[in-house]
């Protein structure tokens, strides 16, 4: 069976920085491409960044950008997405997601595009 586990959340205050993984089985990594995606009570699920197969091409949001780091370790089968600085804005549910493609360097921004999800990591910015 394939699973993506999201794993790493928890409280952080307002400036600090958490590390999140996102740990696959069943399947092997290096054939997916890889995005992060958040939703916060009341809102819509939005994108947070983006990395390709090879890891050599990253993509963020706005919000993101400066901030928060993704990588991955395709031994380990493993994402992470590094975050600083944080904001209680970035409060929220993090999902990581997976699409196979034979692309090595593309990423892809669209959540629909996505055939596997993870069930989340709770993300709280609060002091």
């Known amino acids: 069976q394939v699973h993506l586990v999201e794993s790493g959340g928890g409280l952080v205050q307002p400036g600090g920085s958490l590390r999140i993984s996102c740990a696959a089985s069943g399947f092997t990594l290096d054939h997916y491409a890889i995005g992060w995606f958040r939703q916060a009570p009341g809102k819509e699920r939005e994108g947070v960044s983006y990395i390709s197969r090879s890891g050599g091409r990253t993509d963020y949001a706005d919000s993101a950008k400066g901030r928060f780091t993704i990588s991955r370790d395709n031994a380990e089968n493993t994402v992470y997405l590094q975050m600083n600085s944080l904001k209680p804005s970035d409060t929220a549910v993090y999902y990581c997601?997976?699409?196979?493609?034979?692309?090595?360097?593309?990423?892809?921004?669209?959540?629909?595009?996505?055939?596997?999800w993870g069930q989340g990591t709770q993300v709280t910015v609060s002091s």
């Open positions: 997601a997976a699409r196979e493609t034979i692309r090595s360097d593309s990423y892809y921004r669209q959540a629909e595009s996505y055939a596997y």
